[in-house]
């Protein structure tokens, strides 16, 4: 049986009291309750305080560019299905440089699990304004507040048709890891916006506001309903639910080509002579 | 008997130019005649001028040539633009039904091609099938190898189809026989079989290369002219458990095939320049996580969108020095299909054993050409997936490191998934086992390191093509699908009299300094041939080797070099 010491690794760099801990410990318990040893994970990580979070666990890791994770844990998953891949990223990452990619991520439907720790807030480039940043939300780049519309991703999710979407706290750690354990298990491509106090430079999504907030989607709420979760979706302000929000049995991208699952690309034996029909196409 | 004949195939987009090109071509092929062709588009799916080139010969061929000795017109802008290009005694083929011809007086020959396929075939789509019928007889070729060429490919399309072409070329082929020109001095012979031949263009050898080599895993975004690698090899996926994914754009490319590549296959991506420089970050990130991939640049006029369907070789500084920071790459630019195949396969050789990107650099006039060519020595074609980490280096090394300084400065693979090691690398500044730092004394470390590879890598790098006079006293110099133009220039320049010698560059970075060097030193006269506007490969061996080449042959119109355009620049002021 594996055991969260399998996972500790090492000091943080983050600010103390950052919501990342949180998420930390969510994460690591989540990777004992599915039983997985660090050998069988791959976590891809971009630019920012969140990316860093795969350094203080033990897993394999790609830690590579801002707004990239998507991309890279795509290539990976599909040379090598066995692989649990998870993408850890920012709101700043996900939503601003990668947002291309997660909106196709989404079509894809490759079974990755996509965590995105969302502060509202540029952390590591010390306090700008993010693509989730509240309208009016005064940073060192929107002095004048921001005028742009915060993007929602979760509504964003369920209008393209993703797999899995859910929304965790960073100060609900038990809530959290039960939700990332879900998207993990979730076959299909799986999203999991985390609201993250950044007690540095947000100082208004603190742990008090969103702990006067959040409340958890019980068994009376379906996530199979569309219609009904694209309204919980839009729900923000003095009542924002957390847990899991959509989920709908969609074909993976590996389902939809079951050879490269039966014949992992990366277990095939390469022999070229077997290739060679190949040039029949040049014959003249 | 030598025969060096060009047809000239013209029309609007969406004529069936191709088809036609292509069958005469491979008829000819299969008479054991050695083919190249290529082909002019404007970028429209329909309408606008559009020419393809059939150059045939008992010799190898290996380029175009401006002398053409066949016209098929399928418009009038065809004879408007293209007759001057007739040599004496050539032939414009047309259709007089639809084009009137009363103000040219060149060797025009009226084959009413619709007419004919509506009457002997019952449809004017066969009009095009009598027009090859047409153009077979005016040269005196063997109607056979016309009808198998046919039959082939149009059999798919089931025996009627199949039937009336062939019927609609036949009738095309008396037609002219009966009505034909007298003694058109150009004939055509079939010399032999082609079983010992294939034949193909520059990107369905890169893509095939690639296959062959063990490459599993492509992304890319669509792109003239390199759009044709990724269709070939998604063409594969069924047969060979392969995957090519279409990305959403040229950023997601990259990374996916780093993906991939980290986790264990071997990967490759194919644009254009355009693509490339959306793709320049991840580049970069290959370098400094020393992930193996394959980058082809099809290279086509810029700046900008420039000219999409034509050819150009504008990126050669920006191949080699792409990318923020400093890191170890290679750069090839194979001058043909054979080239192209056996770089292809060690650019994924070199790109494993370095652990870095390799880039090889082609152009749209050698991604679209067709060239006959010897089948390819396929038994030579050697995987060589570099050093792994084993069992028995978890005594010697203990935990696995992803970046181990070593002496060569390899570190061993291992793929992620296995018991043995955990992997972790980062776009970060890293320590040996892959995690973040800033400690100075492990940068310069790495730096060195990641250096110390392309030491290695120099040794790999095969020695420059010379070709032409033993003691001459000028030195032709081209890289790249210049190949063929530049030794037919050579050829013609020595054998009337002058003493020149050509050097061909393929594996261009890391530059090969000492051979270079060798040949300059002892000439006082070098040109740089080169299909840009400022010289490229001119700037670089001055800065790689000290020598200023002395002068530049450019061509930058969007259009492939040719021996002609080489020999009136080379003759201009002398």
Same mark, same amino acid.
């Given at each position: 049986?594996?055991?969260?010491?399998?996972?500790?690794?090492?000091?943080?760099?983050?600010?103390?009291?950052?919501?990342?801990?949180?998420?930390?410990?969510?994460?690591?318990? *989540?990777?004992?309750?599915?039983?997985?040893?660090?050998?069988?994970?791959?976590?891809?990580?971009?630019?920012?305080?969140? &990316?860093?979070?795969?350094?203080?666990?033990?897993?394999?890791?790609?830690?590579?560019?801002?707004?990239?994770?998507?991309?890279?844990?795509?290539? &990976?998953?599909?040379?090598?299905?066995?692989?649990?891949?998870? &993408?850890?990223?920012?709101?700043?990452?996900?939503?601003?440089?990668?947002?291309?990619? @997660?909106?196709?991520?989404?079509?894809?439907?490759?079974?990755?699990?996509?965590?995105?720790?969302?502060?509202?807030?540029?952390?590591?480039?010390?306090?700008? &304004?993010?693509?989730?940043?509240?309208?009016? @939300?005064?940073?060192?780049?929107?002095?004048?507040?921001? @005028?742009?519309?915060?993007?929602?991703?979760?509504?964003? *999710?369920?209008?393209?048709?993703?797999? @899995?979407?859910?929304?965790?706290?960073?100060?609900?750690?038990?809530?959290?890891?039960?939700?990332?354990?879900?998207?993990?298990?979730?076959?299909?491509?799986?999203?999991?916006?985390?609201?993250?106090?950044?007690?540095?430079?947000?100082?208004?999504?603190?742990?008090?506001?969103?702990?006067?907030?959040?409340?958890?989607?019980?068994?009376?709420?379906?996530?199979?309903?569309?219609?009904? *979760?694209?309204?919980?979706?839009?729900?923000?302000?003095?009542?924002?639910?957390?847990?899991?929000?959509?989920?709908?049995?969609?074909?993976?991208?590996?389902?939809?080509?079951?050879?490269?699952?039966?014949?992992?690309?990366?277990?095939?034996?390469?022999?070229?002579?077997?290739?060679?029909?190949?040039?029949?196409?040049?014959?003249? | 008997?030598?025969?060096?004949?060009?047809?000239?195939?013209? $029309?609007?987009?969406?004529?069936?130019?191709?088809?036609?090109?292509?069958?005469?071509?491979?008829?000819?092929?299969?008479?054991?005649?050695?083919?190249?062709?290529?082909?002019?588009?404007?970028?429209?799916?329909?309408?606008?001028?559009?020419?393809?080139?059939?150059?045939?010969?008992? =010799?190898?061929?290996?380029?175009?040539?401006?002398?053409?000795?066949?016209?098929?017109?399928? +418009?009038?802008?065809?004879?408007?633009?293209?007759?001057?290009?007739?040599?004496? =005694?050539?032939?414009?083929?047309?259709?007089?039904?639809?084009?009137?011809?009363?103000?040219?007086?060149?060797?025009?020959?009226?084959?009413?091609?619709?007419?004919?396929?509506?009457?002997?075939?019952?449809?004017?789509?066969?009009?095009?099938?009598?027009?090859?019928?047409?153009?077979?007889?005016?040269?005196? /070729?063997?109607?056979?190898?016309?009808?198998?060429?046919?039959?082939?490919?149009?059999?798919?399309?089931?025996?009627?189809?199949?039937?009336?072409?062939?019927?609609?070329?036949?009738? $095309?082929?008396?037609?002219?026989?009966?009505?034909?020109?007298?003694?058109?001095?150009?004939?055509?012979?079939?010399? $032999?079989?082609?079983?010992?031949?294939?034949?193909?263009?520059?990107?369905?050898?890169?893509?095939?290369?690639?296959?062959?080599?063990?490459?599993?895993?492509?992304?890319? /975004?669509?792109?003239?002219?390199?759009?044709?690698?990724?269709?070939?090899?998604?063409?594969?996926?069924?047969?060979?458990?392969?995957?090519?994914?279409?990305?959403?754009?040229?950023?997601?490319?990259?990374?996916?095939?780093?993906?991939?590549?980290?986790?264990?296959?071997?990967?490759?991506?194919?644009?254009?320049?355009?693509?490339?420089?959306?793709?320049?970050?991840?580049?970069?990130?290959?370098?400094?996580?020393?992930?193996?991939?394959?980058?082809?640049?099809?290279?086509?006029?810029?700046?900008?969108?420039?000219?999409?369907?034509?050819?150009?070789?504008?990126?050669?500084?920006?191949?080699?020095?792409?990318?923020?920071?400093?890191?170890?790459?290679?750069?090839?630019?194979?001058?043909?299909?054979?080239?192209?195949?056996?770089?292809?396969?060690?650019?994924?050789?070199?790109?494993?054993?370095?652990?870095?990107?390799?880039?090889?650099?082609?152009?749209?006039?050698?991604?679209?050409?067709?060239?006959?060519?010897?089948?390819?020595?396929?038994?030579?074609?050697?995987?060589?997936?570099?050093?792994?980490?084993?069992?028995?280096?978890?005594?010697?090394?203990?935990?696995?490191?992803?970046?181990?300084?070593?002496?060569?400065?390899?570190?061993?693979?291992?793929?992620? $998934?296995?018991?043995?090691?955990?992997?972790?690398?980062?776009?970060?500044?890293?320590?040996?086992?892959?995690?973040?730092?800033?400690?100075?004394?492990?940068?310069?470390?790495?730096?060195?390191?990641?250096?110390?590879?392309?030491?290695?890598?120099?040794?790999?790098?095969?020695?420059?093509?010379?070709?032409?006079?033993?003691?001459? +006293?000028?030195?032709?110099?081209?890289?790249?699908?210049?190949?063929?133009?530049?030794?037919?220039?050579?050829?013609?320049?020595?054998?009337?009299?002058?003493?020149?010698?050509?050097?061909?560059?393929?594996?261009?970075?890391?530059?090969?300094?000492?051979?270079?060097?060798?040949?300059?030193?002892?000439?006082?006269?070098?040109?740089?041939?080169?299909?840009?506007?400022?010289?490229?490969?001119?700037?670089?061996?001055?800065?790689?080797?000290?020598?200023?080449? =002395?002068?530049?042959?450019?061509?930058?119109?969007?259009?492939?070099?040719?021996?002609?355009?080489?020999?009136?620049?080379?003759?201009?002021?002398?």
């Amino acid at each position: 049986m594996v055991s969260l010491k399998d996972y500790e690794n090492g000091d943080t760099a983050w600010c103390p009291g950052c919501g990342n801990f949180g998420i930390l410990q969510a994460v690591k318990k *989540a990777l004992v309750k599915v039983n997985l040893e660090p050998h069988q994970v791959l976590m891809v990580s971009g630019i920012g305080q969140a &990316a860093k979070l795969p350094h203080y666990l033990k897993c394999n890791l790609f830690n590579g560019l801002h707004g990239r994770t998507l991309p890279v844990a795509t290539g &990976a998953k599909i040379v090598n299905p066995k692989l649990t891949v998870i &993408a850890v990223g920012g709101d700043g990452d996900g939503y601003s440089e990668g947002g291309n990619h @997660f909106i196709h991520a989404i079509r894809r439907n490759i079974d990755i699990t996509y965590l995105v720790h969302d502060n509202q807030i540029y952390g590591l480039t010390k306090g700008q &304004a993010s693509a989730t940043s509240a309208e009016g @939300f005064v940073t060192k780049t929107t002095p004048m507040g921001a @005028f742009s519309k915060p993007l929602n991703p979760i509504a964003l *999710a369920i209008s393209q048709g993703i797999s @899995f979407v859910g929304r965790g706290f960073s100060g609900d750690i038990e809530h959290l890891s039960t939700l990332i354990t879900e998207a993990i298990e979730n076959r299909g491509f799986s999203l999991v916006d985390i609201l993250q106090p950044c007690v540095t430079f947000n100082n208004v999504n603190t742990y008090q506001w969103y702990r006067k907030r959040v409340y958890k989607l019980d068994n009376s709420y379906d996530p199979k309903d569309r219609n009904a *979760a694209f309204q919980k979706a839009q729900e923000w302000g003095e009542r924002i639910p957390i847990g899991k929000i959509y989920a709908q049995d969609r074909l993976t991208y590996i389902e939809h080509d079951p050879e490269i699952e039966r014949n992992p690309i990366i277990e095939q034996k390469h022999n070229p002579e077997n290739f060679n029909k190949i040039l029949d196409d040049f014959k003249i | 008997m030598s025969i060096d004949i060009s047809f000239k195939i013209g $029309g609007e987009a969406g004529q069936g130019l191709q088809t036609i090109g292509y069958i005469l071509a491979k008829s000819m092929a299969r008479g054991g005649l050695c083919v190249f062709t290529n082909q002019d588009n404007e970028s429209r799916i329909r309408g606008g001028h559009n020419f393809y080139q059939i150059r045939i010969s008992n =010799n190898k061929v290996e380029n175009l040539t401006e002398e053409i000795h066949v016209i098929i017109a399928l +418009d009038k802008k065809t004879i408007i633009e293209h007759k001057d290009e007739l040599v004496k =005694n050539g032939v414009i083929i047309f259709d007089g039904d639809k084009i009137s011809v009363t103000d040219f007086d060149e060797n025009l020959l009226n084959v009413p091609f619709e007419r004919i396929a509506k009457e002997k075939a019952d449809s004017t789509k066969m009009a095009n099938s009598v027009a090859i019928g047409a153009a077979i007889s005016l040269v005196g /070729y063997d109607f056979d190898l016309l009808e198998s060429v046919l039959k082939d490919e149009f059999d798919s399309k089931g025996a009627e189809i199949s039937d009336k072409n062939i019927q609609a070329s036949r009738a $095309g082929f008396n037609y002219v026989s009966e009505n034909g020109i007298d003694k058109f001095p150009y004939r055509i012979k079939k010399i $032999g079989d082609s079983q010992d031949f294939i034949f193909l263009n520059g990107n369905e050898a890169i893509a095939s290369a690639a296959l062959l080599s063990g490459c599993k895993f492509v992304s890319a /975004y669509p792109m003239s002219p390199s759009t044709s690698i990724q269709q070939f090899f998604a063409s594969k996926m069924k047969d060979y458990c392969v995957v090519f994914e279409q990305a959403e754009d040229e950023i997601s490319a990259i990374n996916m095939i780093i993906g991939a590549s980290f986790a264990g296959a071997r990967s490759m991506t194919a644009t254009s320049g355009g693509g490339f420089s959306l793709m320049v970050e991840g580049l970069s990130l290959a370098g400094m996580t020393e992930t193996p991939i394959v980058i082809v640049i099809c290279e086509r006029p810029g700046p900008a969108t420039g000219f999409p369907t034509r050819t150009e070789q504008g990126e050669l500084e920006f191949a080699i020095y792409a990318g923020h920071g400093e890191f170890p790459r290679a750069v090839f630019a194979p001058g043909n299909v054979e080239q192209a195949f056996y770089l292809t396969s060690k650019a994924f050789n070199l790109a494993e054993k370095y652990q870095i990107p390799v880039i090889i650099l082609s152009d749209q006039y050698l991604a679209d050409s067709y060239f006959t060519t010897e089948k390819f020595d396929t038994s030579s074609i050697k995987v060589d997936r570099g050093e792994f980490f084993t069992e028995s280096q978890v005594k010697k090394f203990g935990a696995y490191k992803r970046h181990l300084i070593t002496e060569s400065g390899i570190s061993p693979r291992l793929f992620p $998934g296995q018991k043995l090691g955990l992997v972790v690398t980062d776009s970060d500044e890293h320590t040996e086992d892959g995690h973040i730092t800033e400690l100075a004394d492990v940068k310069i470390n790495n730096v060195n390191k990641r250096f110390r590879k392309l030491e290695l890598l120099k040794k790999d790098i095969g020695t420059p093509f010379v070709y032409g006079s033993k003691d001459a +006293d000028t030195l032709l110099i081209g890289w790249g699908s210049t190949y063929g133009a530049l030794k037919e220039a050579t050829k013609i320049l020595n054998d009337q009299g002058s003493n020149v010698k050509m050097l061909h560059l393929n594996e261009i970075w890391p530059f090969p300094v000492e051979a270079v060097s060798n040949e300059l030193k002892i000439l006082d006269n070098s040109i740089s041939v080169e299909s840009n506007s400022t010289g490229q490969m001119a700037h670089l061996i001055r800065a790689e080797t000290g020598i200023e080449v =002395n002068k530049k042959i450019l061509r930058f119109d969007g259009r492939p070099l040719t021996p002609q355009y080489i020999l009136r620049e080379f003759w201009k002021g002398r």
